[in-house]
């Protein structure tokens, strides 16, 4: 104990050794503590002294005193990290290739004996998939004969009406003519970018920005402008007005909300800036929302298509990250090229399947999807809180990390000489899996760079390989 310790009051010491086992990760969030009995007894101290340190921490906002119920850890920020540097890729558009290299990553992040922290995917248990299979059960039952068949082009129209009601609370006036049901959001980006772009083309991208949507561009034969990227505001607009001034680019290709992997929220003034810059231009918005419900906020945040309602905006968007990956139900909404688009899922996949259409949409119906949401988020919100709190105890002190608002995925940037493909190698060998940086870039960035994955449960095993993670960290910078 510091001599600082010493010269403090006994209830002040008391919980400021409480409130380092909070900062420690030791007593986590939503945690109940010791009863002010056992407290006093386990101290050697005063009922008083103890009520005293309890009522300091909880002045404090450490503790939160719950009626009949006891004392209990809060949700309070812990330590700040400082944020990863803002993104300076150049200024050149850049042929793609990372497929390679992110199936090899799958195929750990695919399996259950490593430790889940590469794949930005829920687990099962955590999302409405037993709901929604009831949902398909009955459906199966009543209708299906009926939903035996290929289903409509444009999808089942129940499920559109209710994609389209949605989207009116954000402000976003499409009708549900003028929605597309996909085989998830990779599907919709690729119509999307098959209606904007051809073979050699180059599209303006985040950087960081996830790989799917760089094996998507590569797949297409499409070039990469990456922008300068913020970890907390999104891209450079200036950076972006210039660029298209001097090049011909044929898409713009942007997250709408909490980007994968920085997590950021454009804020609604930027994105009308980046709509402004875009229309003058003449060049398409696709933008991809597949985050955007999971706000940890009181505010879902709005796409680019309700700040921009007449601009040339095609929005990507699925359930797969919030009700059920396996259903493989994604969107896409546009105001523009109907015809073009339709002709393209057409000839891509004719239609999707039609009875978990229609199991989705009364899933929707049922109400069901907004209780879940509030549920994820705090799942989510807790779980990033849990994850910032381990890497900030056990990773070394020159690591940056991300503050997202949302999203379940957390971006760390080590000192530029890091190998983070070399603590890959290692991690693999202990069955920890990851994302390297170098993955979300077609440039060589982002080598100091990695992506956690928070979409499970949280548990013993989880934080160990976190710990774990930082510990290799620390012997490869020495």
């Not at 309070?76 to 497929?99: E, I, N, W």
């Not at 190998?419 to 990851?434: G, H, K, P, S």
């Amino acid at each position: 104990m510091d001599q600082h310790t010493l010269d403090l009051p006994l209830y002040e010491a008391l919980a400021g050794r409480i409130t380092a086992l909070v900062d420690d990760g030791v007593l986590r969030p939503g945690m109940r503590t010791a009863s002010v009995r056992t407290f006093a007894a386990q101290h050697g101290v005063s009922l008083t002294t103890a009520l005293q340190a309890y009522r300091l921490l909880e002045d404090r906002g450490v503790l939160e005193a719950r009626p009949k119920s006891g004392f209990y850890v809060t949700h309070r920020p812990h330590r700040q990290r400082a944020l990863p540097t803002a993104s300076q890729p150049p200024q050149r558009a850049t042929p793609v290739a990372v497929s390679n290299p992110v199936f090899s990553v799958l195929a750990y992040a695919g399996d259950p004996s490593y430790a889940p922290l590469g794949c930005a995917l829920p687990s099962a248990g955590l999302l409405a998939a037993e709901r929604l299979d009831r949902h398909l059960a009955r459906c199966a039952r009543v209708h299906g004969r009926a939903y035996n068949v290929y289903a409509n082009p444009h999808g089942d129209a129940e499920l559109r009406a209710q994609i389209s009601a949605r989207g009116l609370r954000l402000g976003h006036a499409v009708s549900p003519d003028g929605i597309l049901i996909t085989n998830g959001c990779t599907e919709a980006l690729n119509i999307a970018l098959s209606v904007t772009c051809k073979p050699g083309d180059t599209v303006a991208i985040e950087s960081p920005t996830y790989f799917g949507l760089l094996q998507v561009l590569e797949a297409r034969g499409l070039r990469a402008l990456e922008l300068p990227t913020d970890p907390a505001s999104g891209i450079d607009v200036a950076s972006l007005d210039k660029a298209l001034g001097m090049r011909r680019v044929a898409a713009c290709l942007l997250a709408s909300s909490f980007n994968n992997p920085l997590g950021t929220r454009t804020d609604d003034a930027r994105k009308a800036a980046i709509i402004r810059v875009l229309t003058r231009h003449g060049v398409p918005l696709i933008e991809d929302d597949i985050y955007g419900d999971i706000s940890f906020g009181d505010d879902r945040p709005r796409p680019f298509a309700a700040i921009g309602p007449k601009a040339d905006i095609i929005l990507c968007s699925s359930f797969s990250k919030t009700i059920a990956p396996g259903y493989r139900i994604g969107w896409l909404a546009a105001n523009r090229r109907h015809d073009e688009i339709l002709a393209a899922k057409f000839a891509l996949s004719l239609s999707g399947a039609a009875l978990p259409q229609k199991a989705m949409a009364d899933f929707l119906k049922s109400g069901g999807y907004d209780a879940h949401l509030r549920r994820i988020r705090k799942l989510f919100a807790d779980n990033i809180d849990r994850m910032r709190r381990t890497v900030d105890r056990s990773f070394p002190k020159e690591t940056r990390m991300t503050d997202p608002k949302g999203g379940f995925v957390l971006w760390l940037e080590l000192p530029p000489e890091f190998d983070a493909d070399a603590l890959y190698t290692r991690a693999i060998r202990e069955r920890i899996c990851f994302v390297p940086g170098g993955l979300f870039t077609a440039t060589s960035a982002y080598r100091n760079c990695l992506r956690l994955s928070c979409s499970h449960d949280w548990d013993a095993r989880i934080e160990r390989s976190v710990e774990r993670l930082g510990e290799l960290a620390h012997e490869l910078l020495a």
